[in-house]
């Protein structure tokens, strides 16, 4: 309750120190779409508030999202031109989310579909770690690729790596991890 608190003095609070921006993002396991208000503070570390939507799949019944975000963006870009266009290119950045689902029968049948015993445990709040790799195409407009994986992703790919390397492409890595695409406007 004290960082819900804090968070949406954070948000109402006027601050000139603070870059504001609002953020689309599809998938990346963060549901079919996900809507962030952003602020970023000395161009490097954003503090984000979402929410987005799970659509009903035939394994569990649709699903409300919420979500708290903290964004790092080392100082590292590149620019380059195409047909006259400057384009900025920041390669990373790191995140870490924690969400929150809105329902109460999170899974009516557990996925079982390659994958091992006891991967999922029903529960309707996650840590995702992401990746994004950023281009400025605008001066307020920035598009994204963003690459994530749960927190119980990480802990079974640690336990189950035999498992995952035979199973899966890049050492396994693309059993847990997901991509999504994302919009950034700068207010």
């Given at each position: 309750?004290?960082?819900?608190?804090?968070?949406?003095?954070?948000?109402?609070?006027?601050?000139?120190?603070?870059t504001k921006q609002i953020e689309l993002q599809?998938?990346?396991l963060i549901g079919v779409g996900?809507?962030?208000y952003s602020l970023t503070f000395s161009d490097r570390h954003t503090i984000s508030m979402g929410i987005g939507y799970?659509?009903?799949?035939?394994?569990?019944?649709?699903?409300?999202l919420f979500s708290v975000k903290y964004?790092?963006?080392?100082?590292?870009?590149?620019?380059?031109?195409?047909k006259s266009k400057l384009i900025q290119w920041k390669p990373f950045s790191f995140s870490t989310t924690m969400l929150f689902g809105k329902d109460h029968d999170d899974y009516k049948i557990l996925p079982d579909r390659d994958i091992p015993e006891g991967y999922y445990t029903p529960t309707d709040r996650r840590f995702i770690f992401s990746m994004q790799s950023n281009f400025?195409?605008?001066?307020?407009?920035?598009l994204y690729w963003d690459w994530s994986v749960l927190d119980i992703g990480v802990v079974n790919y640690t336990r189950n790596f035999e498992f995952?390397?035979?199973?899966?492409?890049?050492?396994?890595?693309?059993g847990i991890v997901s991509?999504?695409?994302?919009?950034?406007?700068?207010?």
């Open positions: 309750m004290r960082v819900l608190s804090l968070l949406i003095f954070l948000f109402t609070f006027k601050s000139t120190a603070a599809t998938s990346g996900h809507a962030f799970v659509p009903k799949q035939y394994d569990h019944d649709d699903m409300r964004r790092y963006t080392p100082d590292i870009k590149y620019t380059f031109q195409i400025l195409v605008r001066d307020n407009i920035e995952y390397r035979d199973n899966y492409y890049l050492m396994g890595l693309t991509s999504g695409v994302g919009i950034r406007v700068y207010l």
